[in-house]
């Protein structure tokens, strides 16, 4: 239950983070984006049980990982930002634009995601891995969650 509500409070941050990012300067924005990753690695160390062998090696790999995800998810935040800055008068066309974005980046997370799933099984046994990636998945979705909720949906014009 503990990891649940780290999951829930990381993603109440991460939400509140951008959905205040254009009221907030950048750099508060990096310092809760940074906030949030400490605890997602201190979520991930608490709920994945490696031996100290696993961790000096597992831990390198998670950050070089992260880091990458970072990029991925530096391009998200951006996309939300332009959406909810530009909601009130989101022309077809650029929603199109940041629908083809928003696929974009989805594509990129899964690729960062199947790129390193060799590495880490390289380094711990498969049930780990699998349980990494578990992890992973349901922080996402907090998230997720959090941003649907959050953030409304496309009108549909009057006129077609």
Do not use: C
Request: aromatic content about 8%; glycine content about 4%; charged content about 30%.
């Amino acid at each position: 239950m503990p990891a649940t509500r780290l999951l829930l409070a990381l993603g109440l941050v991460l939400v509140s983070a951008v959905g205040h990012a254009g009221q907030a300067d950048d750099a508060n924005l990096d310092i809760l984006r940074s906030t949030i990753r400490a605890n997602k690695k201190a979520l991930v160390a608490a709920s994945l049980t490696l031996s100290d062998d696993e961790a000096a090696k597992f831990w390198p790999l998670y950050d070089e990982y992260q880091k990458k995800l970072t990029g991925v998810n530096d391009r998200l935040v951006a996309l939300v930002k332009d959406y909810t800055t530009n909601y009130g008068t989101l022309t077809d066309e650029h929603a199109m634009k940041l629908t083809e974005q928003y696929l974009d980046v989805e594509k990129d997370r899964v690729d960062v995601r199947r790129e390193y799933l060799p590495q880490f099984a390289k380094l711990l046994p498969g049930r780990k891995v699998a349980r990494f990636y578990q992890i992973e998945n349901k922080m996402d979705a907090v998230v997720r969650y959090q941003l649907a909720e959050d953030i409304p949906v496309v009108e549909e014009s009057a006129t077609r």
